[in-house]
Antibody, heavy 120, light 113 residues
Framework: QVQLQESGPGLVKPSETLSLTCTVS????????WSWIRQPPGKGLEWIAY???????NYNPSLRSRVTVSVDTSKNQFSLNLISVTAADTAVYYC??????????????WGQGTMVTVSS | DIVMTQSPDSLAVSLGERATINCKSS????????????LAWYQQKPGQPPKLLLY???TRESGVPDRFSCSGSGTDFTLTISSLQAEDVAVYYC?????????FGPGTKVDIK
């Protein structure tokens, strides 16, 4: 079955760039929409952005000026870059897949999440 | 943005009893052309990612016990756990996927009384 695995640094300095990759295994990245979602410690969930295997993207306006998501179909991966991070960006970052091969779906498959701390 | 609210913030229910969680959206998530509510429910246990329970408001994900159900349409929804089991202790989130930015409710923590 399809599995997702986030990877990237667990510690990022303030003002620097947070970069994460999600590797899709057990299936193809093609035909689906893929999202990044984060959860600050002890808090709720915030959708960050999605990317389609075709490369089309959609961003949360609250983060749009600092976020870029991209897809690499040859590696079956998609990525998140968040620039100019502050302590408020400290969170568990999840990657997730839309349930069906269409836009606007629930998220049926999630990675285990990776904790990213912003601190000097 | 569509704001999602949930009530209560937390509840404690005896084993075998019913648990009810309310979710309200600031605007309708019912898409008239297909008559579907773009609403999902997730269960999150400590240290784990959220798990999809229900989508299109009331369609159970594969493998989800039928004690989980959802009623409602438009802006008001209710998740019901008909007979609470020990393994149901978790935080439950509703989420709208009607429009971006997709948004989640703040969560409701369910414990055993």
């Amino acid at each position: 079955q399809v599995q997702l695995q986030e990877s990237g640094p667990g510690l990022v300095k303030p003002s620097e760039t947070l970069s994460l990759t999600c590797t899709v295994s057990g299936g193809s990245i093609s035909d689906y929409y893929w999202s990044w979602i984060r959860q600050p410690p002890g808090k709720g969930l915030e959708w960050i952005a999605y990317v389609h295997y075709s490369g089309s993207t959609n961003y949360n306006p609250s983060l749009r000026s600092r976020v870029t998501v991209s897809v690499d179909t040859s590696k079956n991966q998609f990525s998140l870059n968040l620039i100019s991070v502050t302590a408020a960006d400290t969170a568990v970052y999840y990657c997730a897949r839309d349930k069906q091969q269409l836009a606007r779906q629930a998220f049926d498959i999630w990675g285990q999440g990776t904790m990213v701390t912003v601190s000097s | 943005d569509i704001v999602m609210t949930q009530s209560p913030d937390s509840l404690a229910v005896s084993l075998g009893e019913r648990a009810t969680i309310n979710c309200k959206s600031s605007q309708s998530v019912l898409y008239s052309p297909n008559n579907k509510n773009y609403l999902a429910w997730y269960q999150q246990k400590p240290g784990q990612p959220p798990k999809l329970l229900l989508y299109w408001a009331s369609t159970r994900e594969s493998g989800v016990p039928d004690r989980f159900s959802c009623s409602g349409s438009g802006t008001d929804f209710t998740l019901t756990i008909s007979s609470l089991q020990a393994e149901d202790v978790a935080v439950y989130y509703c989420q709208q996927y009607y429009t971006t930015p997709f948004t989640f409710g703040p969560g409701t923590k369910v414990d055993i009384k």
